[in-house]
């Protein structure tokens, strides 16, 4: 796997960072993967906690977010940069926010392609495949550590490698 970029996470809001938000995931999921834009915008964009991955240059380079549920969703690298670290350090953003909102567990709906991904970094399969905008997609859930230091979620027994201690 190449070296994670140079790549600063910044903590997004929908008011102040919409329009680089957008452009990543218009590049990934609509343009790149089809997805009608009627489907990639929704009422969660505004309530929900953003990050941006931004490269040396300040071009944001990758996104996520936590719905208020505990769902992590819209995550998107753009090509260039995937295979470097950027996916990973933005879900380790995510779930760490999860962890101070108190969280005790998340989970998402990962496209099918990318769920060997999300196991690499605990999460485990839910549920059979389904679709979702035209797309298998699959549930995935990961229990993580509360703040308190005692184990949660679904096995309450396993902490998360990426939330910080």
Known sequence: MPACPAVVLHPATWADDRAALQAVRRSVFIEEQAIPESEEWDDVDPVARHVLALAGNRDAVGT???EPTGKIGRVAVLPQYRGSGVGSLIMGHLVNQA???GFTSVYLHAQATAAGFYER????AVGPVFDEV???HVR???GIKRKDGHEAGRHGHEEHPLVAR
């Open 134 to 136: 035209g797309i298998p």
């Open 140 to 142: 995935m859930s990961l």
């Open 64 to 66: 996520g977010r936590l």
């Open 121 to 124: 970094l605990g999460f485990r």
């Open 99 to 101: 962890t101070e909102s």
